[in-house]
């Protein structure tokens, strides 16, 4: 076996940390049932207060992938197709580079169209399992989808299928659920809530099945395990807002025999994760990551910044800009257009049923005022949400008042605190690009010069010393080699969500990504360039006993 340690890299959808393991940490959580998780966690390394990026998946991930901060690299807006700077790549190809198997089962959503020499198969049946040889270390990826905040809504037969796997001793009832005090208590929260546990048993259950899995092959102990969130649940204060709700996640990693099961406590980042696992399988991390290692190849565990830094920014069409920074202890966030609802039209969720209650019991509230009578369907918390504009400044105790449900920006006995993460704040935006404050036309024309996307460079090939030599010479681009000829592409047309995620276009040719000189083969072989956010380039062709063909 490899001496380099495999990944097994999981992740699911718009869940905050509701699993058994962070009972007594996060409000809430001993109500989930998620007994591999919390075996996972017991031999793991439970990380108690680690945070997004975003509180929107495709800025989140866009976070984890790269190792950056969205704001640094265009990726803050849910969602664009992002030109990043040209050092910026998917974490997975260095390890790929490296010799590493790197599959992806099979979501996406990186922010960027992902080029097909990051991973070696990036598709449903990806897996493990298909690697090229047993000796070969891997990068496994599943994404599930089963807690996605869509399932929520779903018609109960479907909501029940989806389910399938939940014991009736695990099921939820909505009568008994305890719901966040930003909720109003009707049928319609009580209903997603208890619902919203149940899909995170059926989670459960299924990364059971991929732990499983692991341990038939006798991999288990060669194996680091991450399990992590996008961000938070997919209802209102949660998903979509700069909140402890919407960017607190659940983190697990075990590593046996070299991770002391345990807790930390210190605040880390997601995109920690990205210069984590490549210092783990011994790779350098590149300078340009915005974030650092958690533990090094040994195991041992590294001091983390202690601060973690998230934004929310254009979502779909409506247009925010809030800016967030949390400390051990305390949230300050940043809303820079305090005139604007922290709960804007968007069309997607305010299809959903908490939000049309939400939005139902704002306007009979309405009707209460227009008859002379005091609103009181709603607490002064959950009017907030709906409320036409907020505070530009909010400060919250977390430890005290992990809901944040009091404001403590006003209060002259918190002055220091804030000052304080105003400054941390100030400095991280000094320190890091901010191309949210950017119109994003600006930015777009920056990225697609009179809307025309940039074309990769052609490579260039040579035989040196008789072996296979290739170079690019658009910056940042990776070049990758197929003995597949051209064919009719199996999906030209990509289907919208595969579009909108970046999905690999499947061109029915099989990617290999070039890494240094390669020894002369006996069948014609096809080079391509790519540059993310740029078209790939043309293809070279090399013929066996023909001479080289150049770009």
Not at 3 to 20: K, V
Not at 417 to 426: C, S, Y
Not at 509 to 517: F, I, K
Request: aromatic share 8%.
């Amino acid at each position: 076996m490899d001496a380099r340690p495999n990944i097994l890299f999981i992740s699911t959808h718009d869940i905050s940390p509701h699993l058994g393991a962070y009972s007594g940490v996060w409000p809430g959580a001993d109500e989930a049932s998620t007994p591999n998780l919390d075996a996972l966690a017991e031999r793991g390394l439970l990380f108690e207060q680690a945070f997004a990026a975003a509180p929107v998946c495709a800025p989140s991930r866009s976070a984890i992938m790269t190792g950056c901060y969205p704001t640094a690299i265009g990726t803050m807006h849910m969602r664009t197709k992002a030109v990043p700077p040209p050092e910026v790549a998917l974490f997975p190809q260095y390890l790929r580079a490296a010799g590493y198997y790197t599959t992806n089962n099979w979501f996406t959503d990186f922010q960027v169209d992902t080029p097909p020499t990051v991973f070696d198969d990036c598709s449903p049946s990806a897996h493990w399992r298909n690697r090229p040889s047993q000796d070969t270390p891997f990068f496994a990826a599943f994404h599930g989808m089963v807690t996605h905040e869509s399932q929520i809504y779903t018609p109960d037969e479907v909501f029940a299928a989806a389910t399938s796997h939940v014991l009736p001793e695990q099921r939820h009832s909505p009568e008994k659920v305890t719901l966040p005090p930003y909720y109003p208590d009707t049928a319609v929260f009580r209903t997603a809530w208890a619902r919203y546990l149940d899909l995170i048993s059926e989670m459960d259950s299924w990364v059971g099945r991929l732990l499983r899995e692991l341990d038939e092959d006798g991999l288990a102990d060669d194996t680091i395990v991450v399990f992590w969130s996008d961000h938070g649940v997919g209802m209102p204060r949660a998903k979509r807002w700069a909140h402890e709700a919407g960017l607190r996640e659940p983190l697990i990693v075990r590593w046996p025999a070299v991770i002391e099961p345990g807790r930390r406590e210190d605040v880390v980042e997601l995109l920690d994760l990205a210069p984590t696992l490549l210092t783990a399988a011994g790779l350098p991390v590149p300078d340009h990551m915005h974030g650092e290692p958690l533990f090094d190849s040994g195991g041992r565990q590294l001091p983390s910044k202690g601060l973690a830094f998230g934004v929310r920014d254009r979502m779909n069409e409506a247009h925010d800009r809030v800016r967030t920074v949390r400390d051990d202890r305390y949230r300050y966030i940043r809303n820079l257009h305090p005139d604007r609802s922290e709960m804007p039209h968007i069309d997607y969720p305010d299809h959903t049923s908490t939000w049309t209650e939400l939005r139902r019991l704002a306007v009979a509230e309405g009707a209460q005022l227009a008859r002379g009578v005091r609103p009181d369907l709603l607490s002064p918390l959950q009017r907030s949400m709906t409320a036409p504009a907020r505070s530009a400044e909010e400060l919250y105790d977390i430890g005290a008042d992990p809901h944040e449900t009091r404001n403590l920006a006003q209060d002259p006995e918190y002055a220091a605190v804030l000052g304080r993460l105003r400054n941390a704040l100030d400095g991280w935006l000094e320190r890091f690009d901010d191309l949210g404050a950017l119109p994003e036309e600006e930015l777009l024309e920056r990225w697609l010069p009179g809307g025309i996307r940039p074309r990769t460079a052609a490579a260039t090939v040579d035989l040196v010393d008789g072996r296979i030599v290739a170079r690019c010479a658009t910056d940042g681009a990776a070049i990758g080699w197929t003995a597949d000829p051209p064919a009719v592409p199996v999906d030209a047309e990509p289907a919208p969500l595969a579009e909108s995620i970046g999905s690999p276009l499947a061109d029915g040719r099989r990617w290999q990504l070039y890494s240094g000189p390669m020894d002369v083969i006996s069948t014609p072989i096809w080079f391509r360039c790519f540059r993310i956010g740029f078209e790939p380039s043309d293809d070279v062709e090399l013929q066996p006993g023909v001479p080289v063909s150049r770009a």
